[in-house]
């Protein structure tokens, strides 16, 4: 197979998913094969919906972890759901079906068929309910992945944030210098082996202009000994920035990417910049896993006006 297949988790059903997917799938034509994991009731009730005519090959139970497997350019694995609970609200009534879904995916991983993977979103209040801080730290502890960072990618600039979806109140108390030292290793060693090069990072740091009213100053006892260390093993890296003038445009052109300390510190101006046109990267584990930036948007559900940017970028990201 000269190509690799991507894999696809259709997530939380309750979701824009599927007009998305099926909107991509019937535009745009792709080098890899795609195994869609999801119920197959759904993609059929979604697609009269839409009106979309999407044909699909459905792969028995023995041919899923094969690598002798025949595909077509759309492929489907069927997992069970109670029909009478799609287009309702999200609940935790959908759990034991994401879970199944992520289950057959990570098994294909596992067996080496495939480097490629995308998951479509999912209900962190629902799914995770407080155990993981988001699917990043799921995905790490089912491969246990010690090291590894979330990146949201644009090919003009990405960003990172330190800790992921940390309540503010616990930030500083997450963050040292062995955690920024690791997740920046990580994000090095992610382009120079994707992307054939050194990328220019920024750090910015935890308080407001890197100052600090109380004695101790994270940035100070934190942030700069973790970059100079960083740069004694030939890593580009600067700051720490001020969080409020490293996005200007004259600062935020000298960098591949810019690594906050916590989500919405380097999340609010990545998509202001680019809203949709921008995905979930997590570098570090067995395979790629990318996402769509955004959630399920439950209250868009059946109104065929969803974005399919950030799913078809995901895709394109992969197809290779």
Known sequence: MKFKPIIIIAGEP?????????????????????????????????????RENIKFNQLKKNQIYSEKVKLSKFNL????????????????DSNKYIKECFDIGLKIMKKGISKKFINGPISKKYFLKG??????EYLAEKTNTKKYAMVIFNKKLSVSPITTHEPLKYVSIEINKRKIIE?????????????????????????????????????????????KRLNSLKININGPFAADTIFTKSNRKKYDIIIGMYHDQVLTPIKTLFEYNAINVTVGLPFIRVSPDHGPNESMLGKKKSDITSLLNSIRFLDN
Do not use: M, R
């Not at 155990?131 to 990043?136: C, R, V």
């Open 14 to 50: 309750n979701s824009v998913f599927f007009e998305i997917f099926l909107k991509i799938i019937k535009k745009n034509k792709f080098k890899s094969p795609i195994i869609l994991v999801c119920s197959k009731k759904i993609l059929v009730k979604q697609s009269k919906a839409l």
């Open 77 to 92: 694995i069927d997992v069970k759901y109670d029909q009478s609970k799609t287009f309702q609200k999200i609940s935790s």
């Open 131 to 136: 155990k993981y801080k988001g699917i990043t």
């Open 183 to 227: 997740k920046v290793k990580v994000i090095n060693d992610f382009w120079k082996k994707n992307f054939n090069q050194k990328p220019k990072i920024a750090i910015t740091g935890l308080n407001p202009h890197c100052e600090s009213v109380d004695k101790y100053n994270e940035d100070k006892k934190i942030t700069i000994p973790a970059v």
